[in-house]
């Protein structure tokens, strides 16, 4: 019986497709207010950015004008705060990027490969999008985001080039993966049952000819 219950492992294992590398989201929540963004997250380390928290009571007052930054979610967001913000992702590069920003003058992100060559500039909808003087349809918090076939090593966010332009919240990104997962679906519950039973049922047949 052992062999057969190897047997069946291997079975349902070559059944079940590859998930998906797991994203990561950054929200910025666990720093403290006018802290310096730096290598404090695993993947990805941070040049020109900094923390700002909203100043409300539940936020514990902090330095940031949530009325034309407000976070998208809880109390913190991060802000260029001596120029183009920069996120380097070393030797683990990124297929996935996405946030949400709030600017006082146009984005544009830069996305380059391993080799320093630019693969995409991604810009925002508006020249400004902040909560009380933005341009007539915005709204802050504009999600910008970009799907590479290749790998990110890099990117980086540009609005004003001193810097204290926009906030950014809410960054997800996910790990590059040269050959995707099978887009086939895993078998139910059921149907794994029904394979395995059926194996017994053959094992059984065989041991009992034998």
């Known amino acids: 019986m052992r062999k ?3 047997g069946v492992l291997i079975l349902l294992c070559s059944l079940a497709s590859v ?35 909203a100043f409300t009571q539940e936020c514990s007052y902090g330095s940031l004008n949530d009325l034309d ?7 913190n967001v991060a802000f260029d705060s001596d120029g183009p913000l920069t996120m380097d992702f070393g030797s683990q590069p990124i297929g996935v990027f996405n946030a949400y920003f709030t600017y006082t003058v146009p984005l544009t992100i830069s996305f380059f490969d391993a080799g320093n060559a630019l693969l995409y500039t991604l810009t925002s909808a508006y020249q400004n999008n902040t909560g009380t003087s933005g341009d007539v349809g915005s709204a802050p918090n504009e999600l910008l985001q970009w799907t590479s076939n290749t790998g990110i090593t890099r990117l980086t966010i540009t609005g004003d080039q001193a810097g204290f332009s926009f906030a950014m919240d809410d960054v997800t990104f996910r790990p590059f993966e ?24 053959l094992y059984r047949r065989k041991t009992a000819r034998s």
Not at 70 to 75: L, Y
């Open 19 to 53: 998930a998906p590398a797991s994203a990561t989201t950054i929200s910025f929540d666990n720093l403290s207010d006018a802290e310096v963004v730096t290598n404090q997250y695993a993947g990805v380390t941070f040049s020109n950015a900094q923390v700002a928290g």
């Open 4 to 6: 057969f219950g190897f």
């Open 178 to 201: 040269a050959e995707p997962p099978p887009t086939s679906p895993v078998p139910e519950p059921g149907t794994l049952t029904l394979l395995a039973t059926g194996a017994v049922a």
């Open 69 to 75: 930054f407000p976070p998208r979610s809880m109390c």
